[in-house]
């Protein structure tokens, strides 16, 4: 039986829309993916730490410094980023990533589904 398991994390990082370094401001950002597994329970333990492996290049860093998203360091293009990065992690331990939210306030989230990715 499939199982599916939303697991949330919080990530301060820092950007702006021009690049110029004077302009950036800050944001702590909510993430939560949401997790497939056919085994028996999640190994909770192993999957945050691989999430948080893939968060930890980012925390309270200047997005603009990252070649991925020097010309475009929006929430959208760091939500993508960070997608493809966390799903790489997950399916090399043999979970899967079925949704992917990112949000700046509980009013503002971008998210990233299977679906949307096929």
Do not use: W
């Not at 980012?58 to 475009?72: G, V």
């Not at 939500?79 to 009013?107: Q, S």
């Amino acid at each position: 039986m499939e199982k599916l398991y939303r697991l949330k994390q919080f990530i301060a990082i820092l950007h702006s829309f021009d690049g110029d370094r004077q302009k950036s401001h800050a944001h702590t950002l909510e993430i939560n993916c949401t997790v497939k597994t056919d085994a028996p329970i999640i190994d909770y333990r192993l999957v945050e730490s691989n999430i948080k492996r893939c968060l930890d290049k980012y925390e309270n860093k200047y997005l603009n410094d990252f070649e991925s998203m020097k010309e475009d360091a929006t929430i959208e293009n760091f939500g993508a980023v960070l997608c493809g990065e966390i799903d790489t992690a997950l399916n090399k331990i043999n979970y899967h990533m079925t949704r992917f939210e990112i949000g700046e306030t509980p009013l503002r989230i971008y998210t990233i589904t299977d679906e949307l990715r096929d």
